[in-house]
């Protein structure tokens, strides 16, 4: 069982930067994949970036370039740099982890003005 809290997001303008994390609540450093995913209102929830525990990356074409996932294992913590964002970035951006069951975060708002 792993506990997932989010936090960072917020409302930022077009353009503007923001970095989401992930705290879990054990080690991360054997969980198979962990991610970042979004759900805009009325809109089915959407992968945006992963990274596997060999510390490959994979990224939705909409944000290649200017999303960037990382982790800590010292802090057991997976982040979300978002750069250049736009207001088709607006949705509420969860993370999960999957080790064999699949674990969610509670969400953490993100709103992108024009």
């Known amino acids: 069982q792993v506990q997932l809290v989010e936090s960072g997001g917020g409302l930022v303008q077009a353009g503007g930067s923001l970095t989401l994390s992930c705290a879990a609540s054990r080690s991360i450093f054997s969980i198979n994949t962990m991610g970042w995913y979004r759900q805009a209102p009325g809109k089915q929830r959407e992968l945006v970036a992963i990274i596997t525990s060999g510390s490959s990356t994979n990224y939705a074409d909409s944000v290649k370039g200017r999303f960037t996932i990382s982790r800590d294992f010292a802090k057991d913590t997976v982040y979300l740099q978002m750069n250049s964002l736009k207001p088709e970035d607006t949705a509420v951006y969860y993370c999960?982890?999957?080790?064999?069951?699949?674990?969610w975060g509670q969400g953490t708002q993100v709103t992108v003005s024009s």
């Open positions: 999960s982890f999957e080790d064999g069951l699949r674990y």
